[in-house]
Nanobody, 124 residues
Framework: EVQLVESGGGLVQPGGSLRLSCAAS????????MNWVRQAPGKGLEWVST????????YYADSVKGRFTSSRDNAKNTLYLQMNSLKTEDTGVYYC?????????????????WGQGTQVTVSS
């Protein structure tokens, strides 16, 4: 059974940092493209970042570029998202998803494999 488990969310002040983790099991993590997707309160899903299985630099949404860094440790089957200079508009539930996710208007139907999400709240 495939499982994706996010952790690391919490409450942080604007300008602060958080590091999210997504622990994967039940499939060969190293050959999977992995994504971070978020959902702000009352809004739809927003693609954040994609890390391809073949390596290379991850891709980021313009809204997080220069502030967020995605990385993966294939030996630990874990995807990370280092979030710096957090803004109130970064508040939401952050999900990791395996395989291809649409960068524009992502949908739960894009992938069979999603985690349960971790809440990030940026507030003073």
């Amino acid at each position: 059974e495939v499982q994706l488990v996010e952790s690391g969310g919490g409450l942080v002040q604007p300008g602060g940092s958080l590091r999210l983790s997504c622990a994967a099991s039940g499939f060969t993590f190293s050959v999977r493209d992995m994504n971070w997707v978020r959902q702000a309160p009352g809004k739809g899903l927003e693609w954040v970042s994609t890390s391809y299985s073949g390596g290379g630099m991850p891709y980021y949404a313009d809204s997080v570029k220069g502030r967020f860094t995605s990385s993966r440790d294939n030996a630990k089957n874990t995807l990370y998202l280092q979030m710096n200079s957090l803004k109130t508009e970064d508040t939401g539930v952050y999900y990791c998803a395996a395989d291809r996710v649409a960068w524009d208007n992502p949908s739960r139907d894009d992938s069979r494999y999603w985690g349960q999400g971790t809440q990030v709240t940026v507030s003073s």
